[in-house]
């Protein structure tokens, strides 16, 4: 047979470790990085601007302070000088937040009155406007970069300075920070995650390999294991896995199989070797008795007492031929599952009626047929024909071993929950080592027995009970003789009244 690998077990099995690391990992990265990102950027933006905000009150103080002792000189030169003092606390707030740090005044010009980027970067002049126009605190956050103004008042209402007027009242302190700290957190918990992912893919494809191969080389030792045994039959080798999985339980499912096929193809054969020394018997018994009887009539010394024993053997072996039939008949319907009936049968009137059945038989053996009656109607659940044809067999067994002269007893009763109908013989009973053995099919007791069965009764007898709800069993009594024991569920008839019922008693 050709093999399919693209679409075998193993990638199979392979490609669903690799895709569900893929997708877990996925996942996990999405819900991870993106609310990294958003809560470390509002993070920073909070901090910068709690900073700027805790620095206001110190910024204005130092603007008034600066102001004051420079009265009376011109408005540039106290703008520079304002500049310079106000220089360690911009570092200092810059080395706090790691921000930029403007400070301007409310008619801003080409350069503000403090900045720490030296460098000349542009100025948030829109920002300062803004502030300038409405003054209240602000924080903007704009391409990755974090924005925060704070106006600053200060009170120019003195008389002894003459260059008061030309001096603002208002001033701007900005805070600017680049996000960039921000961004490379989240890349380096991007770059983990991703070598989380690699190692994850790695660990996920040589464990994918390990489990898919050894699985794979499993199940092809059952499929060849299985092919033996279509090809060679049960006698196949029987496979073996040890595996506590269900790889192992459908190896030991498999030799369970085989060993049941082994088992019916040994009692096929029994029974094809035991039916046709049956069927072999009576039919060449037939053939002798018909053939000395034509050649009698033939020769005219037709001898009418020995045609009356021939012609009697001759019914004898029918009986046989017709027995074996039936139960072969019983089997095959049994086998086809062919669903039996299921409702209440009044045991000891169906006793009394299968032992009239036997009564000649009896006679013949001077076997006595004793019914034992039951207190009042025993109810049972069941098929009544398969429990007339259960008795049939029990009652045919009890002949065949019971000794002449003895008494069959066939007792109807009630047992706990369930109704049941007891057969003992006076034979030689059942060793131990055969109770259960003839239940089985073809299968019959290694006591000597006067008329050979075919080994189906007792088996057929069971597997009805069964079908019915019940069991049939032999008795572990002590005493002579066999005791079988054909056990019913209790079921009364519809519209009954239990109270008018004779009280069920242990039989």
């Known amino acids: 047979m050709r ?18 690391s893929i997708v877990t990992l996925g996942v996990a990265a999405l819900a991870l990085l993106p609310p990294l990102q958003d809560k470390l950027t509002q993070q920073a933006s909070t901090d910068l601007e709690n900073a700027t905000s805790t620095d206001r009150d ?3 103080g130092q603007i008034k302070k600066s102001l004051h002792k420079t009265i009376g000189k011109p408005r540039e030169e106290r703008l520079t000088q304002l500049g310079l003092e106000l220089q360690n606390r911009g570092f200092t707030l810059r080395a706090r937040t790691d921000a930029r740090v403007i400070v301007a005044d409310a008619i801003p010009g080409e350069q503000p009155i403090f900045d720490t980027d030296v460098a000349g970067s542009a100025l948030p002049t829109n920002d300062i406007l803004r502030s300038i126009v409405d003054p209240v605190p602000r924080t903007v956050r704009r391409n990755n970069v974090v924005t925060v103004t704070e106006p600053l008042f200060v009170d120019q209402k003195d008389s002894l300075d003459p260059h008061a007027s030309d001096m603002p009242g208002q001033f701007v302190l900005v805070t600017q920070k680049q996000l960039t700290d921000v961004s490379a957190a989240v890349g380096t918990v991007r770059n983990a995650v991703l070598a989380a992912a690699a190692v994850g893919l790695f660990v996920a494809v040589i464990l994918g390999v390990l489990l898919a191969t050894t699985i794979g080389r499993r199940l092809a030792r059952l499929r060849a294991a299985a092919v033996r045994v279509a090809k060679e039959g049960p006698d196949a080798p029987t496979p073996r896995d040890d595996g506590l999985d269900e790889v192992g ?23 094809v070797a035991t039916a046709s020394h049956e069927l072999r018997t009576p039919l060449t018994s037939l053939q002798g008795t018909l053939e000395l009887l034509e050649e009698d009539l033939r020769d005219g010394r037709l001898d009418h007492d020995d045609a009356r024993e021939q012609i009697v053997a001759a019914q004898r072996e029918l009986r046989r031929l017709g027995r074996l039939a039936s139960e072969l008949l019983d089997l095959s319907r049994l086998d086809a599952a062919i669903p039996l009936r ?30 034992t009656p039951p207190p009042g109607p025993c109810w ?27 008494t069959v007893r066939i007792v109807p009763a009630y047992h706990g929950t369930n109704a049941t109908v007891e057969v003992a013989d006076e034979g030689p009973g059942v060793p131990p080592m055969d109770r259960e053995r003839i239940f089985e099919r073809f299968e019959r007791g290694s ?19 069964r079908r019915m709800g019940g069991e049939l069993r032999h008795d572990d009594h002590v005493g002579p003789g066999a005791r079988f024991v054909l056990e019913l569920t209790i079921e009364m008839p519809s519209g009954s009244h239990p109270e008018r019922e004779a009280t069920p008693t242990a039989g």
């Open 3 to 20: 093999r399919r690998w693209a679409f075998g077990l193993r990638p199979r099995l392979l490609a669903a470790l690799v895709a569900t």
């Open 58 to 60: 110190l910024f204005e």
């Open 249 to 271: 339980d459908l190896a030991r499912s498999l030799a369970t199989m085989q060993r049941e096929l082994r088992r019916q193809e040994a009692a096929r054969r029994s029974f």
């Open 342 to 371: 299921e409702e209440p049968v009044e045991l000891g009137e169906l006793c009394r009626a299968v032992a009239a059945e036997f009564e000649l038989r009896g006679r013949e053996r001077d076997v006595d047929l004793e019914v």
């Open 380 to 406: 049972g659940r069941g098929d009544p024909d398969a429990v007339a044809r259960v008795m049939r067999i029990l009652l045919d067994n009890a002949l065949r071993h019971t000794p002449v002269g003895s």
């Open 447 to 465: 006591a000597p027995s006067g008329e050979g069965g075919f080994g189906l009764g007792l088996a057929i007898g069971r597997e009805l009970a």
